[in-house]
């Protein structure tokens, strides 16, 4: 108490301020300590705990690990099962960028220019994006059934008995079958996303346009379209990785059949770890899944960012 | 001229009725099946009207455990959407109020968080489950699903947080009050609607998720709502209208909330996409 009196009213404000700045560092700590402890023991130390795993032989309940070295990535790197199964996530990811950014564009822009008149389209549009995967994939299971289900019912029905086939079963259009349901899932919330950043373009901008002689086309691939580029990029950024780690649905409806034709890194994954519990393989393979997911993001982040420098510079 | 904006009318009009017949066929099939009887299904065409429509499905459904799934799914969402609201806000005002080295860097680290699949971490944390003595009980959901919530929770907020002008706090600061208190008496109250948002997005993901309740839980009185989906499905493969039922019961609590916060729910669910 003495020696404040002796303070002079600089000194006052050094300790002052001293108070505060630890008083905002041990804020900080205290307030990012419960978001880091969740993420270091839930998603930090699997990673390095899977990675540490696909060193070992292991069948998840012996008390003892058979340390292999990289014997499970040798394995894996002529394991065609696999490489398949990479293949089948680019096929999905291709096959999703194709299909559901275009045609989410389209419905966007259809309900942006038809205004209130097709709210109810809407209402009924965005219904799937209600369903859990799960229900998705048991519901689709039952419209492919080839004998009760609706596909093949409605082709008989039209005179199209050619085109009926055995949708899920048959390992040649087993993958596209399942995609074709992905992209219903899938298409609704991309539209909805490009509706939103739709509506933030000014209506003055049209009329402009419009006015300097556009025509409805030109308005659209050369003033719209560049306006909707931050929005497409990160569509297209949510669509690459979330295919890269799909499983619930293609688990639900094949659980990866017939004979891998449906194969996915996820699905082999958890088939290795917790079907024939070869736990460290199942490890090789779900760290292998983590890389195929960083390298391609690091891929395709770095250029997008350069861009995006350059357009903002 | 004019002919041709009201063909292109049509085309539109067509291609949005193309979708819509797209998008509600598969709901059509599922309501129209539910209440028929599974022999009805076999004789009949598929696209009839049920002769006489049932509710033995639906009863069969409630009668087989659904409102025990239901509180399952309820208790396990919400103690996690409450968890991840509190830790996600903490650590949003740190990010976007607190100004320190690692500010950016920890941000960096949190984001990165995005885009790590589910399935690498699977096999660590069912180890862990078991080894704790939490496996097969609705405890061992909670901390995979706040920690794998966090990072698009936490994006969310900052972002929201960073909007709310620095004279509110600097006003306060000068009134002597610190850190703590413009977090609860400043930022906090004015992030209400960002922190409604993040609530729902969570809550809608949540609510479905599969992976972690499959690999985590095994007993029927743990199963959340898409586990018992999923088990029903195995015990009764044949019995289609049964099946169509408990995927309609399952999808109610959803389809209610969609009809009366229709505006909110949508933003919600979006909110995950929102970026830059």
Request: positive net charge; charged residues 15%.
């Amino acid at each position: 108490m003495a020696a404040t009196l002796h303070d002079s009213s600089e000194a006052r404000v050094v300790t002052h301020r001293r108070r505060r700045f630890n008083e905002y560092a041990v804020t900080a700590v205290l307030f990012l300590l419960p978001a880091f402890a969740f993420l270091g023991v839930f998603v930090l130390w699997p990673i390095i705990d899977s990675f540490r795993l696909s060193f070992y032989k292991w069948n998840g309940v012996d008390p003892d690990l058979t340390f292999l070295g990289v014997d499970n990535w040798v394995r894996l790197a002529k394991d065609g099962v696999f490489w398949r199964a990479v293949r089948n996530n680019f096929i999905i990811v291709f096959l999703s960028l194709l299909v559901q950014l275009p045609i989410g564009l389209a419905l966007a822009v259809l309900l942006d220019s038809g205004g209130r008149k097709f709210s109810f389209f809407k209402v009924i549009y965005f219904l799937p994006l209600l369903l859990s995967t799960v229900a998705i994939g048991i519901l689709f299971k039952y419209i492919y059934d080839p004998y009760f289900g609706i596909i093949n019912a409605t082709l008989e029905r039209i005179g199209l008995d050619a085109l009926t086939q055995e949708w899920l079963s048959n390992p040649k259009i087993a993958l596209y079958s399942v995609i074709a349901v992905i992209c219903w899932q899938y298409i609704p919330f991309y539209m909805v996303l490009f509706l939103a950043s739709l509506s933030g373009i000014p209506a003055e901008l049209r009329e402009a346009a419009y006015i300097d002689g556009a025509t409805e086309n030109k308005y659209f691939w050369s003033i719209v379209l560049p306006l909707l580029r931050g929005s497409i990029i990160t569509a297209a950024t949510l669509s690459l990785i979330g295919s890269l780690k799909y499983f619930d649905l293609i688990w639900v409806m094949t659980e990866g059949g017939p004979v891998n034709a449906t194969e996915l890194m996820a699905t082999y994954m958890y088939k290795k770890a917790f079907s024939s519990f070869e736990m460290g393989y199942g490890a090789t393979v779900a760290s292998a899944l983590f890389i195929v997911v960083l390298v391609t993001a690091l891929t395709v982040y770095f250029p997008l960012q350069r861009q995006e420098e350059d357009i903002a510079g | 001229m004019k002919t041709k904006t009201s063909a292109k009318t049509i085309v539109i009009l067509l291609l949005a009725l193309l979708w819509l017949l797209v998008a509600f066929v598969p709901f059509w099939f599922m309501v129209l099946t539910s209440f028929k009887q599974s022999m009805e299904l076999m004789t009949r065409p598929v696209w009839a009207f049920p002769d006489n429509p049932i509710l033995t499905n639906f009863m069969n459904v409630i009668n087989n455990r659904f409102f025990r799934f239901l509180t399952n799914s309820s208790i396990v969402v919400s103690v996690s959407i409450f968890l991840v609201v509190i830790i996600s806000s903490m650590a949003a005002y740190v990010f976007a109020r607190i100004r320190f080295r690692l500010n950016q860097p920890l941000f960096a680290l949190i984001i990165a968080g995005l885009i790590v699949p589910i399935h690498v971490t699977l096999i660590p944390i069912y180890l862990l489950t078991t080894r704790v003595g939490i496996y097969d009980s609705l405890y061992a959901l909670i901390g995979p699903y706040v920690a794998f919530s966090l990072p698009v929770s936490i994006f969310i907020l900052t972002q929201f947080m960073r909007q709310i002008p620095y004279e509110l706090e600097d006003a306060a600061r000068i009134d002597g009050c610190g850190p703590m208190g413009s977090f609860f008496r400043i930022v906090l109250p004015l992030s209400r609607s960002g922190l409604v948002t993040i609530a729902i997005f969570n809550a809608v993901s949540l609510w479905n998720e599969f992976v972690f309740a499959f690999v985590l839980t095994s007993s029927p009185s743990t199963r959340t709502l898409p586990l018992a989906i999923w088990d029903f499905q195995g015990q009764y493969a044949s019995d289609i209208p049964q099946i169509m039922a408990v995927l309609l019961l399952s999808a109610l609590p959803l389809i209610i909330a969609y009809v009366i916060f229709q505006e909110q729910l949508v933003k919600g669910i979006m909110a995950g996409a929102i970026k830059g």
